[in-house]
């Protein structure tokens, strides 16, 4: 079997997912298999299954639900949707959104969520106090479903119009 582009790019982004996700967390290998057994990579093969924000929540709460009973039926500790929604987002961040950051589905795709995002987003004048106050005291890791989807809300409040992409402004790798 030949060794294709979209190989090539998958490996490359399942590495970096499971890298973003791991932190004191299980091995690179079980991320991968429950990376590939929760059907996103059919998404990340043909942007034209998902057109629309709806769509795309729908599916991320099945493959993030998928990859939790995936990890918890292989004995992996402290799996939480927090972590299974960070392991996905950077995966179609790499494959997805920078490769065709012009497409529909780049700017609906959910950014990764991590503590200095989620810090930086707190100091924001636009945010209110209620929202920074969650924000500061929110560990992405023990994010269960509804709290991340309450973190998604304050994000996408923020970005309004724009991409979900461009949140990441606040992303800052120095954390200055």
Not at 29 to 39: K, S, T
Not at 57 to 75: M, Q, V
Not at 125 to 137: I, P, R, T
Request: aromatic share 10%; net charge negative; proline share 3%.
């Amino acid at each position: 079997m030949a060794y294709t582009e979209f190989q090539h790019q998958h490996n490359f982004s399942v590495w970096a997912g499971a890298r973003a996700a791991q932190r004191g967390f299980t091995n690179v290998e079980l991320l991968r298999d429950a990376l590939e057994q929760c059907g996103v990579t059919e998404f990340s093969k043909n942007l034209n299954l998902i057109t629309c924000v709806v769509d795309f929540d729908r599916k991320h709460r099945e493959w993030c639900n998928s990859i939790c009973d995936y990890l918890n039926e292989k004995g992996v500790q402290n799996v939480t949707y927090g972590r299974a929604a960070k392991l996905i987002a950077v995966y179609l961040k790499s494959i997805i959104v920078l490769p065709n950051i012009h497409t529909p589905q780049a700017g609906f795709i959910h950014p990764p969520i991590d503590r200095i995002l989620l810090q930086n987003l707190s100091q924001l004048s636009a945010v209110s106090q209620e929202d920074s106050k969650l924000l500061k005291n929110t560990n992405w890791t023990e994010l269960d479903e509804s709290n991340y989807y309450n973190v998604l809300r304050i994000i996408c409040s923020i970005t309004v119009a724009e991409p979900n992409w461009k949140i990441e402004e606040f992303w800052t790798i120095t954390n200055n």
